[in-house]
């Protein structure tokens, strides 16, 4: 059984930092994983999508990167603002039901 | 891009009355709807898949006969909570997968009930 986990479960840090957000899975036969963002009160907003295929996926400040080998993603974002304050969750894709396993998330402040 | 709209956002009803929750692709044919449901602080969790044309298929225990849902075209999705009692109040969601562009979500639904 595919199981997900993200560390650190929430992360404070001060606006302008870098910072790393991890995700694991325990088996390497994914299709895809993506990477949301979730306001409190709100639905998921898609990030980053890395193919099975890829190692790694950009858009402006965030970058996702890929080892199926070792089943780990990273999230990086860079120049962190008060903006991105909300929790980041991600989730592999299984093949064949196309179903989504989510990890608990990473809760994210990012203090002025 | 693709957008799945969902309606409502909120929603309160009385014990033992049935609510009804919309989602539909805007731009994109879903032949899969995803339906979730999501508690405080915890994560989603999958409820059932419907396709369009045929039953839905609903995760190990999630009763069928309180969550109906319907897929009645390429772009509606519907997720009835039928009798609804206050242990159902959730935050419900749900998702579509779109080729090149992974699952897109709807916003949710907030359901309380009094």
């Known amino acids: 059984k595919q199981e997900v986990t993200q560390i650190p479960a929430a992360l404070s840090v001060p606006e302008g930092e870098n910072l790393v957000l991890n995700c694991s899975f325990t088996?390497?036969?994914?299709?895809?994983l993506q990477w949301f963002r979730q306001d409190p009160g709100k639905g998921l907003t898609s990030l980053l999508l890395?193919?099975?295929?890829?190692r790694e996926q950009t858009s402006g400040r965030l970058n996702a990167s890929l080892d199926k080998s070792s089943g780990r993603s990273t999230l990086y974002i860079a120049a962190s603002q008060p903006g991105d304050s909300a929790t980041y969750l991600c989730a592999v894709w299984l093949g064949g039901a196309q179903k989504l396993v989510f990890g608990q998330g990473t809760r994210l402040t990012i203090n002025p | 891009g693709a957008v799945v709209s969902q309606h409502p956002s909120r929603v309160i009803c009385k014990s033992g009355t049935s609510v009804k929750i919309e989602c539909r692709s805007l731009?994109?044919?879903?032949?899969?709807m995803f339906w979730y449901r999501q508690f405080p602080k915890q994560s989603l969790m999958l409820m059932a898949t419907s396709n369009e044309g045929s039953k839905a298929t609903y995760e190990q225990g999630v009763e069928k006969d309180k969550f109906l849902i319907n897929h009645a075209s390429l772009t509606l999705s519907t997720l009835t909570v039928t009798s609804a009692h206050p242990e159902d109040s959730s935050f419900y969601i749900c998702s579509a997968p779109y080729i090149n562009y992974g699952y897109t979500f709807g916003s949710g639904t907030r359901l309380t009930v009094v």
């Open positions: 731009d994109f044919q879903a032949t899969t």
């Open positions: 890395i193919q099975s295929s890829q």
């Open positions: 088996d390497s036969a994914i299709y895809n």
